[in-house]
């Protein structure tokens, strides 16, 4: 079988070297470019199986090479690498055609991979090369996580097609609905969104529908509903898991036939609209309980796309939190305020239950109530981990360790410190090797104790 010939274009001669070795090792031709400019001058007399570009480069960019190599060799596929791994870069590498698009820093496996895959497709992405809203520009993330919320939007940039977004309360959901509709064909028509929950069970299926006037009592005149309203664009639906029997069997001939009655109406009104639902709850858990239409639910996953919880992305905290700081302190008309290192750690560790509404209301208290300019632990609320909770948790526990020893100068049984030492390093030890599954060396570091010691440590109180 003739190896593969790959070609890397990329102004950084490191990551060059790297993926050309790493190409080679898995028997692959590999060519480095620096420039884009330079492989074009090659690709006239030769044409790779497979191309990688970055998309940052001096001269022409990654995305204006991929216009080029959609006209001259329409049938390449070409995977797009980048360091400013954000949404519109997402969306314009796979609007440009590109076969896949790969955040750096990315795993090397994971990049041969994805070479033999491109290799084995001759098809490529869609070649609408319009431009890229900017309007989406609270979806942020670096998190592997949140990158393949990128890459489905992206890849959905060209459809129509229903969407089923799942994940967390919090999560930013209604954002992505969002973005693929920018993003999408009907960009230019309207995004009605509505969230089921909200609105009384009785009420919601006029809301969705509309309604004649006369059709019950209170009806004073003909109300144009939510699917009316979203004709050529999108309706969003969310908490769809809530909707009621009644009104899941009314939706999915809406879905089935693109067509429905308003209440109280006698002519069928048909409509062109893209749906897209999001729940916070298991719809085939649902399913299973009779408490959703299975038919419903395989309508409405089509694709699926699932938002992260922040617990999962803790590396995109500073970025959101440093964001919507400035975003509060504009909408609040306060001077935008920085954050000091152990503070944002605080915030990193913190769970954050609510996600990243959570963060974004916590920012807006911190605009109002931090004294300073620059936000401290002693700022940070307690009930997320600020220095109240920690002086909190101190005063406990020392008071526990107080009554602990007065018992023992009672009992006399044997010296405080030969008592205590050890299970304070015992529970000390256990927690440090939990919070590193396993690992001694962490371990060892968060203690402030060398790898040995730990290990000498753990066989002295039978922990080995």
Known sequence: MTALNVWVVDD??????????????????ARGFERAEHLLEAIDTETPDVLITDVKMPGMSGLA????????????????????????????????????????????DEAIELVRKAARTTGHG???????????????????????????????????????????????????????????????????????????????????????????????????GRFEQADGGTLFLDEIGDMSPALQTRLLRVLAESEFYRVGGQTSIKVDVRVIAATNQDLARAVKEARFREDLFHRLNVIRINTPPLRQRREDIPLLFKHYLSKSADELGAVSKSIDGDAMDVLRNYDWPGNVRQLVNTTRRLTVTAPGSMITVQDIPSEIGGAESDRQVVADWTRSLASWAEQQIESRDQPLLDAALP?????????????????????????????????????ALHLD
């Not at 490191?14 to 070795?21: D, F, T």
């Not at 969104?193 to 009806?219: P, V």
């Open 12 to 29: 950084d001669q490191s990551v060059r070297w790297v993926l050309e070795k790493a190409l080679k090792q898995a028997n692959m031709n």
């Open 65 to 108: 090479l991929l216009e080029r190599i959609n006209t001259s060799c329409p049938g390449l596929p070409v995977i797009v690498i980048t360091a400013h791994s954000d949404l519109e870069n997402a969306v314009a590498a796979y609007k440009g055609g590109a076969f896949e698009y790969l955040p750096k820093p990315f795993d090397i």
């Open 126 to 224: 869609d070649d609408d090369s319009g431009e890229i809203s900017t309007a989406i520009s609270s979806l942020i993330g670096q998190a592997p996580a949140m990158q393949e919320v990128f890459r489905s939007i992206g890849r959905l940039a060209g459809s129509s097609m229903t969407v089923l977004i799942t994940g967390e309360s919090g999560t930013g959901k209604e954002l992505v609905a969002r973005a693929l509709h920018e993003h999408s064909p009907r960009a230019n028509k309207p995004f009605v969104a509505l969230n089921t929950s909200a609105i009384a069970s009785e009420l919601l299926e006029s809301e969705l529908f509309g309604h004649e006037k006369g059709a019950f009592t209170g009806a004073d005149s003909r109300r144009i």
């Open 423 to 459: 299970e304070f390093e015992k529970t000390l030890i256990q927690i440090a090797m939990s919070q590193t599954n396993g690992h001694r060396q962490e371990a060892a570091k968060l203690l402030g104790w060398g790898r040995n010691t730990l290990t000498r440590k753990m066989k």
